[in-house]
Structure formats: structure tokens, C-alpha cells
């Protein structure tokens, strides 16, 4: 397993961006190997079309920043999965309107459980307020990515 345990100064002179990245990275890594009908992407498609009800493939690419047939795609997937429906809008009926079904909320939340699960350990010794900080700081940080990129 590789080991990330860096000198203070060169802690300090690695971007934050690659931190992130690494956790992502291992995120990733721990669904292939606990999923096997998910990609490491699927949970942010469903994370975004549960926080956001009724979006279209459209609100979604350009809420992920990727193409409607890159969304079209993966959608179809998880529609198969039984982890997404997509419907006509009736007001617009080339639109297609994206929901979880029950199985794709059940996925989410035990997804997000076990995030925060992780998240507990790592937060467990720092106070209340720290990781509030902490959270608020990455936030910014997303935040100054979406207007800079």
C-alpha cells in the first residue's frame, strides 16, 4: 500500500488538489471492490439527481460539467440497474425528466452512510468547529475551482 507520509514542508507544498484527488482515488477504488453493479462515478450522478428532483439530462451534464451524451449514457445504465427512471417531461416532450427510484435512494443513503462513517474517523479528533471550518474551507475551495477553471 502506498504510503503518503510526507515531511511537514513538502506537506505544505503539495497542492490541495491532489489530496483531494487521492481520496477520491481511493473512494473509487473501495466501490470497485464492495460494488459491482456501479461505476465510481454513479454515485455522483445519483447524488445530484437526488439533491436535485426532476432535472433533466441537461441540468445534470451541466451540473457535472460533461456532455448530454455522456449523461444520456450513464443514465440508461442505471436506469437498467433499477437505480434511475426517466420520464417525458409533459410540459416539453423531448425532455427527459431524472429521478431515483426507491432502490436508487436505498444506494444513495447507504452510500452516504458509509462516507460519513469514514468521515467520523477521521473527524474524531478534531473538535466540532474544526471540522466545520475544515468543510466550509473545501466548499470555498469548490466554489473558486467552478470560477477559475
Known sequence: MADL???HERIMFTPALLYIDYINLHFKNYLKKNYEDITPY???YLANIFYNPNCSQKDLAELLFVSESNVAQIIKRL???GLVKREVDEKNKSRRILNLTE????????LLKETYEVEAKFFENYSPED??????MLYDY???AINSY
Open 5 to 7: 507520509n510526507f515531511d
Open 142 to 144: 469548490s466554489q473558486l
Open 42 to 44: 454513479d454515485p455522483t
Open 131 to 136: 471540522v466545520e471550518k475544515f468543510k466550509k
Open 79 to 81: 436506469e437498467r440497474n
Open 103 to 110: 432502490k436508487g435512494k436505498e444506494l444513495h443513503f447507504t
